[in-house]
């Protein structure tokens, strides 16, 4: 599969017409393709003509879809809803036929081959830590299925997952965090020759490497014993059906054992034939690749794969940079260059005709029936494997904060705390810079939260928020022009509580948000983001300039 998908970038062009023309063919009849005259003797001529469109186009065919209806957008009927968790705006309902599903299947096994291509990892001959939690909601009104795109996908693979997955599948209907995680480790703590480990955002790896950490002597006493921690938040018939799965490894516990009294206790010494870290690492990713590296050591973060709810998009081929070759069969990509966004005329152009080094946000037309459908992710062409884009993952369209014209966007705040905790030395937990617009004149908050490290954190604090503000000075023009000019204030910092952005994760899933997708925006443009979320977990306030 690996090596005809590198080969496939030869023919990009010819492929992703191919891909169109099937779309097109497929749901052209459909009340929507009919609207657009997509049904007529020359489709692909409709559709060049055709603007692009965002979720609200969709909505009103969504609602109708959701209570039972059909060949509305696609001619093949509705399989499941895959729900997106709002981070970055309002939630969506995405839908999902049977074949899309069974093509995204598919598609995510290709990275695991493309590891192995690349020699990042040995052929698979044992089991892999995969940490994903499923996301369900109740059926529609019309019995469609629901959740998060993920969920969905393994779902339909049912119990084959038991043969490559070191925890049982109902580990992943565990929606207690703390619970799922302490299970996903137990499970994998006795797979000695352990593969791989995967997890969608390398925030949720954080959050269970740190418990490894802090709960490694029940670990370590569950796993001698076979049994499960007492104060695991587990309904009577979960607990009895995990433990049937768990059986006494003595051995391999005093060696742990032996691993923790020597400060060894660290993923390459616990699992030495794992290969790579697979977990995006790109974007505003790269930060926590930093946090993680304590706990990973020099292992090779592997990001492989990049897409939506609505689409995957492109696949890693290389460890060395967070770059995706883009796929032609899964859906149609085309590219909008970015400074033609905000243009209503503007239409975007096929991904092979793209300039390497420019940004353009990514359209796509699904089997699903979303027709130049904008994905609002910004992404820039690196280069080309034969003619299919290699791209990078930017930022998400609208995180840009925009007091006075500066506009600050998410990669710039990226590059500058980069930067910043180089300087500082600043043990981060997590981080987001918002507008404070209480304050005259204007200014920008950075809301942090900080490792306890027996230091005095309004220090701490204090260095990182004066080396922020330097390099996002040197880094934006604009913003240390409006500095210079006195029309923008000197950055302030609030210290937050410990735990306050796990607890904030928390709100999110108990709002319905899906555990594999809640992310914390590091470049929040809503100046009631820090009051309306945070508000309980300040501990102090500290300004750039003050002493």
């Known amino acids: 599969m690996a090596d005809t998908f590198i080969a496939q970038a030869g023919q990009y062009a010819a492929l992703s017409s191919q891909t169109l023309d099937r779309i097109l063919a497929l749901n052209g009849a459909t009340e929507y393709g009919r609207r657009c005259g997509l049904d007529g003797a020359s489709p692909r001529r409709a559709f060049d003509k055709l603007p692009v469109t965002s979720y609200v186009d969709y909505a009103p065919c969504i609602e109708r879809l959701a209570a039972g209806e059909q060949n509305l ?37 290709l990275p695991f081959g493309l590891a192995v291509r690349q020699g990042i990892l040995k052929p698979m001959s044992t089991r892999s830590m995969v940490i994903l939690t499923e996301h369900t909601g109740g059926p529609t009104a019309g019995g469609i299925p629901q959740g998060a795109a993920i969920t969905g996908s393994f779902r339909y693979m049912g119990g084959i997952t038991d043969l490559f997955l070191t925890a049982p599948g109902d580990v992943m209907r565990v ?5 799922a995680r302490y299970l996903q480790l137990l499970f994998a703590l006795g797979e000695a020759g352990l593969w791989t480990i995967v997890a969608f955002f390398p925030t949720m790896l954080l959050f269970t490497l740190r418990d490894l950490q802090k709960n490694s002597a029940s670990l370590l006493r569950d796993l001698a014993d076979g049994t499960l921690a007492p104060e695991l938040e587990l309904s009577a018939e979960m607990r009895a059906r995990l433990l049937k799965r768990l059986g006494p490894q003595p051995d391999r516990a005093r060696a742990l054992t032996a691993l923790l009294g020597q400060d060894r206790f660290t993923v390459p010494n616990i699992w030495p034939e794992l290969g790579a870290i697979l977990t995006a690492n790109g974007g505003s990713f790269r930060f926590y690749i930093e946090q993680l590296r304590p706990h990973i050591g020099d292992l090779p973060v592997f990001s492989p794969v990049y897409g939506a709810s609505e689409a995957l998009i492109g696949f890693g081929t290389s460890v060395d940079h967070p770059y995706y070759l883009m796929h032609p069969g899964i859906a149609y990509i085309e590219l909008l260059p970015i400074e033609q966004a905000q243009d209503p005329e503007a239409r975007p152009i096929p991904a092979w005709q793209a300039t390497p080094g420019r940004c353009y946000e990514v359209v796509v037309t699904t089997l699903a029936g979303f027709t130049r459908y904008r994905l609002h992710d910004v992404v820039r062409v690196v280069d080309f494997v034969g003619q299919a884009p290699l791209i990078e993952f930017i930022e998400r369209v609208g995180q840009v904060i925009d007091v006075l014209g500066e506009k600050i966007a998410e990669h710039h705040i990226v590059e500058a705390m980069e930067e910043a905790c180089r300087a500082a030395q600043a043990p981060l937990v997590d981080y987001f810079v918002a507008p404070d617009s209480d304050h005259t004149p204007a200014r920008y908050l950075l809301a942090v939260e900080v490792w306890s490290h027996g230091g005095d954190p309004r220090q ?12 996002l000075r040197r880094i934006s023009p604009d913003y240390d022009e409006e500095r210079q000019l006195g029309t923008l204030g000197s950055m302030t910092a609030t210290l937050l509580k410990p735990g306050a952005f796990e607890r904030y994760r928390e709100r999110r899933l108990e709002a319905g948000a899906s555990a594999s997708q809640v992310k914390t925006p590091h470049a929040v443009p809503d100046p009631g983001f820090a009051r309306r979320e945070f508000a309980q977990e300040v501990l102090f306030r500290i300004d750039a300039g003050s002493g």
């Open 460 to 471: 701490a604090v204090q260095r990182l928020v004066q080396a922020l503000e330097a390099a």
């Open 175 to 179: 929606h207690d965090q703390p619970t």
């Open 73 to 109: 957008l696609s001619s093949q009927p509705v399989a499941y809803f895959a729900s997106t968790s709002g981070t970055t705006g309002p939630a969506k309902m995405v839908p999902v036929t049977r074949q899309q599903m069974q093509l995204n299947i598919r598609s995510l096994m």
